[in-house]
């Protein structure tokens, strides 16, 4: 019990408790720093970037939410069925989960620039005359950054969904089938509910880390979050104002205590809706 | 009710002592930790800057020469990898591990010596302004701190670099690549034209060092604001988007960072970079066929000024072997023989005649040694230490958004600017 709680208090209690506190000052990676009162809180609130990179995490949480839901649902139902060679398609689903997001994102962002593979598919067919600025917009730049995640998160969430479909009794599926309910009927009065919980679970896993994502829109943005950091996601901000000798750690705690806020949110409402459904 | 306050008080206390906010100064100090005087020997750590496994038996000769002249002495070498090393710095610092020699350019040096963690050589090196070329010595002055923190040990600047194939096959004489900016966009219109969008030759956005070159002040005279949202700075923001506007630089410029140009010149896809005077050998190893048909000319303006340097941590218990170790690596032989095996420039004045730095092998490599070695003599550091990672990252998203016309060019620079005086102030 004990190194449990010592892990817990140096890993978590107190990294969470310096941050609120860092949030109060104006502290630097060298040299410490002063109290400032609420200074952090009030720039946070005159933040544009800061409001950018808010919509931003909410547009991608509300985009991958349902996609992230549903999709890799459906996929574990047809992946579950026991034919000949279904573990290739379950292993080619699988794939993108265990390639490193950094190298997934920089082939994505290869395949996406104005010289890349879809720009140069497309031009040659003559669909556009044109390349698509898929990387230097903003939004084209949040949806790809989407399109990225929901690829690479569909056969994770498989696997999870897998799991839960190897619960629900099998003879709940072939009453409803005397009973003349069709493969929709069945999805929707036995699959669903079966699975219920772990939806819930799945929605919350999403909806956390596509608030906090960071990794693709970095990358596909080389970095610099899109002309006028517009494309910048929340963690994006913390880590700009966080890194160097000059680290503005008061702020980027500040910004810390505000995702986590957002996060938290969020992911309270839909145990409510899920308690109110049950 | 006294005894109930002191629980929580005692736990703030504690709270913010354990936060970084009782200015904690591991490494700090108004003297040094040892005497500069004494005889040279006994243990000291070098640390330098990715130098394995290419110049490992450069950098071991320097060190068992330097042990030979010193019998006792014990040099440690210590090299860091090229990624991540300002955070190895940082964590070195914060934690009181600084070597006793370290490899430091002037912006990595400069928090460090506003924490009192670096030596100022010139107190305890007399000679040091007879043997150190000005510019690389002033590159270790720090506004509002007296002294100099660093040994300069070599130099570079900036160079342009053309693709001379692109150049001739799109109707550009690459014997007379541009010298201006104004004659760089005539000639990128050209080549844009004859290669039917194809092949640019512009590839960069502006950075603080070009609003430097055309005269505009980055920082007040006495560093406490910014200051470059100035008309002429606009002007210069204006150009590049009319360049922008008219198709002359692909997209990427809207992305990139800092190498970027480099990158998209190595691939073939544009036609002019800037780079060291290196900068062919560095290509020579990504794009083989590329590098015999380059051809190097000088930078359009003043140059940039790249500085690195050995300073000397403060805390040193061996400071008359760190002095003598951090002299011995920047000597002027040492710093010559450096040189020879890699184009960068020897920053103390008895190397400046070194025929070598100022006649061509025949190469194209070696005249992009010369026009190097030559723009040294006015090349500046443009861009001010105070400029941090944060700002530099503002500074370039502001400047995309101007190109693309999201925001005018002035507005960009009064964002930028409210935005680095107000991280500059915290």
Redesign the interface.
Known sequence: MAPAALWLLVFNVWPS??TI??AF???R???????TGLDNFA?VLSDAQLADALLNSIVFMLVCLPLLTILPLLLAILVEKKIPGIAFFRTAFYTPVVASAVVVALIWSWAL???GLVNGFAQWLGVIAE?I?F??ERWLLVFSAISLTVWKGLGYYMIIYLSALGNVRRELHEAAAVDGAGPVRRFRSVTIPGVRNTMLLVSVMVAVSALRVFSELFIL??????????AQSVVMLIQ??S?????????ASALSIVLFVITVGPMLLLLRLNRKAA | MRRRWTGPVLATVMIASGCGLGGADPEGGAAPAAAATGEVKGKVTLQTWALKPKFTRYMEGVIGAFEKKYPGTDVEWLDQPADAYSDKVLSQAAGGTLPDVVNLPPDFARPLVKQDMLLDVAQVDAKLADEYVAGGLDAYRFRGHQGTYGYPWYLNTDVNYWNSELMTKYGLDPEKPPASFDELVEQARIMKEKSGGKVLLMSRRPELGDLKEAGVEILSEDGTKFVFNTPEAAAVIDKYRAAFKEGLMPRDVLTDTYAGNAKLFNEGAVAWTTGGGNHITSVANENPSLAPKIVASPDFGVPPLYVQGLSVSKRTRNLPAAIALARWVTSPENQSAFAHLVSVFPSTKASANDPFFSRSDGTNAGDAKVIAFTSLAKAEVLQPFEVTDAMSKFIRQQVSAALTGEISAKEALDTAVAECNKLLNQ
């Open positions: 408790i310096n506190v860092l000052t104006n502290s990676p060298l040299g410490g720093g002063r109290f720039r620039n104005d010289r390349p600025p990387l230097t943005s080389n970095g610099t979050g899109g002309p006028g950091g517009r700009m104002y890194r160097g000798f000059y680290g503005h750690f008061g702020y």
